[in-house]
């Protein structure tokens, strides 16, 4: 059986490594920066693993406070040698069970030159098979087009509207505004 517990300061400098693997270098957050957020509250790093041998199988990284309730998941990864097997499957469910409470999740595609377009339609499908919706979104991260994801659980999935304000107050609460522009999310 998979659990999931939260992840350690400890935990998220050495998983940050596979971060840089799984994740394009323009849409990771720096390492510092996700130091910062998880020590004030406003990033959740959480480590799936398996029960019977406690070993560590997979991570998901989670913007959790927002003003509106919207939460988003920023990064979740499978270790190279769980993949394949239904792992994220059963992370993302742990995942909404434990966010069970917020008004919806958020899931943020950045679309780069470099990504293959069948590497998209995977990510867009995983996160449609739990519900999420896509919403019209205009920002960009790492100078990439995001393809918006949400998925309601009190609220609406159409946050299109309020959308900049969701995603504004949602990076704010550990990076510093002035290096946030929602047309453009900034590396930092």
């Not at 917020?102 to 470099?114: D, K, N, S, W």
């Not at 995977?122 to 991260?141: P, Q």
């Not at 949602?170 to 510093?176: G, L, M, S, V």
Request: hydrophobic letters at 40%; glycine letters at 8%.
């Amino acid at each position: 059986m998979i659990k999931i517990r939260k992840g350690t300061r400890a935990e998220l400098r050495k998983y940050y490594t596979v971060m840089e693997i799984d994740f394009d270098e323009k849409e990771l957050l720096g390492k510092q920066t996700m130091q910062k957020g998880l020590a004030e509250g406003s990033l959740d790093m959480w480590v799936a693993y398996e029960d019977e041998s406690g070993i560590d199988i997979a991570y998901a990284v989670v913007l959790p406070k927002c003003v509106y309730g919207y939460a988003i998941i920023k990064y979740l990864g499978v270790f190279p040698w769980y993949r394949n097997k239904g792992v994220g499957t059963d992370v993302m469910r742990l995942l909404l069970a434990e966010y069970k409470d917020t008004t919806g999740l958020i899931a943020e595609i950045p679309v780069f030159e470099e990504n293959d377009d069948e590497q998209i339609t995977r990510l867009r499908n995983f996160f449609k098979r739990f519900g999420f919706e896509e919403v019209k979104a205009d920002y960009r991260i790492g100078g990439a087009p995001v393809i918006l994801m949400c998925r309601p659980v009190t609220g609406t999935a159409d946050i299109a509207p309020v959308s900049h304000r969701i995603i504004t107050d949602i990076y704010t609460r550990f990076i510093p505004v002035e290096q946030i522009d929602i047309h453009k999310l900034k590396e930092v």
